[in-house]
């Protein structure tokens, strides 16, 4: 068959229009896709990948399927409907053309269903387009393939039909542009996180991604949906009931889905989505959701007689302690706010929430006592705790202000007290702090040493935490307290280095410590100010030469540069304390000679699954996740 063009004009005043959209998105990619980073170029797959999902709700789609080709671009494509392609009556040009060049909302072509708008997402794949360097389309729909190319959005030839088809779907291909993009290389694991989110999200759809680059190709399909998304986020976790606890309701447009379970941690973990769209800032719907959970949680507890009626209530926070659940709402006209548009701010939503999670609720624990029961014994718990750790709180701040400017005896600090330049340094052992104390600047490193293992707070409540004196010490020396008191201001040390051992030992404090930080000070790991030193595994020497390895791999290297094994000493370091003062300095604490790793938290979610994993009480999970991931680091030289 031979290829046909779609009628439409060569050349007429809407091609000025369309160039100069472009050249909008072109000069100002940022005010499209939020930035021209690594997030930036991930929001154009987020994009076409909406686009396909906005089809799964309308109920036309099933299967997705995305690939990261060798070539630096990426495919999505769909079995919906397919854009239509007949003329459109104002711009005379395929309609097709207008939705991949100018047109994203309010026309005959927009597709009528929960959409996403008033943030970052939504922007319509005309954006994708105008920042691509090429992009290709094929459209199955009327028993045809159709099929456009453009460059940097502007379109290099017509719509043309390119054979028969009997089945229907859209297939965009595209190669995110250099020349406006800081950087073009597509995250596997990135696209894969949220293609599994919206799997879960979506439980009719088939997600498929393959990478041509390198890696198996991997298929995503949740039938169980958000109940299942929630039990997965427990996978590791002991839960006080099975399945999750799920809600259905619809208020007005809004449309509300809630899955919730408990486990017997003490941690909340929650995700909320609206439309799809995962706002890690929480909003009105988040307000909605915990307003009707403290309540529902009290009345019910009252009435049941788990609280007597002249005792105080439980407060969000108890109801909250273990608490696992995914809120997803569809809002017909969502409002982003914040910087990062992950705040939902439309008011009416908070009480629309509240209320369906009110009746909801109260309806499920009415028809499971003992459901109710688990969940509220562990809340009573909780407010118990709570006032335990309000009294052991008081008790440090006096005893604090009685040892004298509220600093630990333990502590070698440091002279100067600009922050900025202020360096923790945090050692395993005595003998090691002792060495770490001779080897240090004493104008701007500190030195922190901890004996024996410390306190595991995945475990433990905040009041038993503060009644173990090494985390005292931390929390006094660091500054910026903890939990509901922390002030990021108050950090005495804008570098805090955990030097341990290379051992197993090693390896458990030092995630000991992460744990802490990453539950009870979050914020030192989301600014970058915890690090990990690295300490030479070998010392080799050879006459009077010597040199350090952190590695087998460099041990090895150095054996070959100095001519062989023979005569060559080689000293393994099984601890920080074999080395002396100066060796340690020289090696693993002196800015300019040594190598930090600079600890940081991928997203919530991520480093969640990694502590739990890693501290929670089952022991076949950890096993698998250690066998599969590394420490969460990245590499950083300073
Ligand atoms: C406009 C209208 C219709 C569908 C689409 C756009 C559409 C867009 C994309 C983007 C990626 N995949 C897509 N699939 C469909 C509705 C068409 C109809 O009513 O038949």
């Not at 007689?305 to 302690?321: I, P």
Request: proline share 3%.
């Amino acid at each position: 068959m031979a290829q046909q063009t779609v009628d439409a004009p060569a050349y007429d005043a809407s091609s000025i229009q369309i160039l100069e959209g472009l050249s909008a998105v072109r000069k100002r990619p940022g005010m499209y896709i939020g930035s021209t980073d690594a997030r930036g170029l991930h929001h154009l797959v987020w994009e076409a990948v909406d686009n396909s999902i906005d089809e799964v709700l309308a109920g036309a789609c099933t299967e997705i399927h995305v690939t990261l080709f060798a070539d630096g671009s990426v495919g999505v494509r769909d079995n919906g409907r397919g854009i239509p392609v007949d003329l459109h009556p104002k711009y005379h040009r395929p309609a097709l053309e207008i939705v991949m060049t100018v047109l994203h909302a309010g026309s005959k072509f927009d597709r009528a269903t929960y959409k996403v708008s008033g943030g970052l997402h939504g922007v319509g794949i005309h954006v994708v387009n105008a920042l691509s360097e090429w992009l290709e389309i094929r459209v199955r729909r009327d028993g045809h393939e159709y099929y456009q190319r453009y460059e940097r959005g502007a379109p290099v030839g017509p719509v043309t039909t390119v054979g028969p088809s009997d089945t229907t779907g859209t297939d965009t291909r595209f190669k995110p542009d250099a020349t406006v993009l800081e950087t073009t290389t597509f995250d596997r694991e990135t696209i894969a996180r949220r293609l599994k989110e919206l799997s879960f999200l979506n439980p009719g759809v088939t997600i498929h991604l393959a990478d041509e680059r390198d890696g198996a190709p991997v298929t995503f399909h949740h039938a169980g949906g958000i109940t299942e998304f929630v039990e997965d986020m427990n996978s590791a976790s002991n839960t006080l009931f099975k399945p999750p606890i799920f809600v259905h309701a619809k208020r007005d447009t809004t449309d509300i889905e809630l899955a919730l379970q408990y486990n017997d941690g003490y941690n909340e973990t929650m995700l909320a989505f609206v439309n799809n769209i995962n706002t890690v800032d929480g909003g009105t719907h988040v307000v909605g959701f915990r307003a009707a959970l403290t309540r529902t949680l009290n009345d019910y507890a009252r009435q049941r007689g788990f609280l007597k009626a002249d005792k105080e209530g439980l407060t969000g926070e108890d109801v909250r302690e273990g608490l696992t659940a995914v809120l997803s709402v569809k809002v017909l006209e969502p409002q982003f706010e914040g910087q990062t548009k992950a705040k939902l701010g439309n008011s009416e939503v908070k009480g629309q929430v509240e209320s369906a999670v009110n009746e909801k609720l109260a309806e499920f624990l009415e028809e499971h006592p003992a459901v109710g029961q688990s969940l509220i014994t562990k809340a009573v718990e909780a407010a118990l705790a709570r006032e335990a750790a309000r009294k052991a709180r008081e008790l440090t701040r006096r005893k604090s202000l009685l040892e004298g400017g509220g600093l630990p005896g333990k502590l070698a600090d440091c002279h100067s007290r600009d922050p900025a330049e202020c360096e923790l340094f945090i050692v395993e052992g005595d003998s090691a702090g002792g060495t770490a104390k001779q080897g240090r600047d004493r104008e701007f490193q500190a030195i922190l040493p901890l004996r024996g293992k410390i306190l595991n707070v995945e475990k433990a409540r905040l009041d038993k935490m503060l009644q173990n004196e090494h985390i005292r010490a931390l929390i006094q020396a660091i500054g910026v307290g903890i939990g509901d008191e922390l002030d990021a201001s108050r950090l005495r040390y804008h570098k805090i280095i955990l030097m341990t051992d290379a051992d197993v030992d090693g390896s458990h404090i030092r995630t000991l410590l992460l744990t802490l930080f990453y539950r009870k000070m979050p914020v030192l790991i989301r600014e970058g100010r915890v690090f990990i030193a690295q300490a030479p595994l070998y010392r080799v020497a050879k006459g009077s030469r010597a040199a350090y390895a952190f590695s087998d791999a460099e041990r090895d290297q150095l054996v070959a540069e100095y001519g062989g094994s023979k005569g060559v000493t080689i000293q393994r370091y099984k601890g920080l304390g074999e080395m002396n003062a100066e060796q340690l300095a020289e090696t693993t604490m002196r800015p300019g000679a040594r190598t930090l790793l600079k600890v940081t938290v991928e997203d919530a979610l991520h480093a969640n699954e990694l502590f739990e994993v890693l501290m929670g009480e089952e022991v076949e999970p950890r096993r698998l996740y250690i066998q599969e991931h590394a420490v969460e680091v990245t590499n950083l030289d300073i």
